[in-house]
């Protein structure tokens, strides 16, 4: 009854984070139905001293069209048949024994070095880690910061306070001294999507449009090293330091060519905690 449990709860909590990641996903890729023109006029717009001019350019977002020409009828047939013959040819994976160690931690942390545009009030995670092996860990991880545009920047002048960022992703843990139960060593890769969310400071004219937020999506990656303080049966206590690279879309969620928001990387300080489910 107990394993049943454990292996019900570890599938539902896998899902819960796989819906997130999905969601912060989708936010990245999701195209707008209408085009523009360049962020950077559109933040310029949005600047008290433009008062009498804060209209930007607009058309409809042109559809995709398919690169590929519809299969015929027989190469439908010869697919599902390739398809059949590898269903009889697949072996059964090989599957894990016993219960696979499921943790879930909070986290949070401070990072340096986003130059002098975004200032940031707090940040945090919500993450499950699975041990693979004593030494290999996986972690699906989902959270937040919420941030202010620095006094006296661009940013400052196009937006108003606060920011926000989401993100969600998944990472590689490898300890090479996992038995140790007091600073337990370990290093750590990872990669995710994420997006920021801000409000214009004054609402900018886009056709019949008025905008007064937007959105941004892109992608998270990081590379670290941590250490357990305490690393027990039941208990994990840990604080890492990572160089994070963030980069972001060709467009915002409102149909603006991304010429204001570039590549940028941080050091981020993380103080985390976890438990054994």
Request: aromatic content about 12%.
């Amino acid at each position: 009854m107990n394993t049943l449990h454990r292996s019900f709860t570890t599938i539902i909590s896998f899902l819960l984070f796989t819906v997130l990641f999905g969601t912060v996903l989708t936010s990245c890729s999701t195209a707008p139905a209408k085009r523009r023109g360049s962020l950077s006029d559109a933040m310029d717009k949005a600047k008290d001293e433009n008062e009498d001019d804060r209209r930007v350019p607009t058309e409809p977002t042109k559809p995709r069209q398919p690169t590929w020409d519809e299969p015929s009828e027989y190469e439908k047939a010869r697919q599902r048949e390739r398809e059949r013959e590898r269903s009889r040819n697949n072996v059964p994976a090989p599957s894990f024994e016993g219960d696979l160690a499921i943790w879930a931690g909070i986290r949070g942390g401070s990072a340096t070095g986003e130059g002098s545009s975004i200032g940031t009030y707090s940040d945090g995670d919500l993450f499950l880690s699975m041990d693979l092996t004593p030494a290999i860990d996986v972690v699906v991880y989902a959270g937040y910061k919420g941030g202010y545009p620095t006094q006296g920047s661009s940013l400052a002048l196009s937006i108003k306070d606060p920011l926000f960022f989401l993100w969600a992703g998944i990472e590689g843990r490898f300890s090479p001294l996992p038995e140790l139960p007091f600073f337990s060593p370990y290093m750590f890769g990872g990669i995710g999507a994420q997006s920021i969310f801000w409000t214009f400071k004054n609402p900018i004219i886009s056709g019949s449009d008025t905008i007064s937020s937007d959105g941004l999506g892109g992608a998270i990656m990081n590379v670290g090293l941590g250490v357990y303080l305490l690393n027990f049966e039941r208990l994990r206590l840990g604080v890492n330091i990572s160089p994070e690279l963030y980069v972001f879309g060709l467009l915002t969620n409102q149909g603006f060519d991304n010429d204001f928001f570039g590549t940028y990387g941080t050091i981020k300080i993380t103080g985390e905690v976890s438990v054994l489910f």
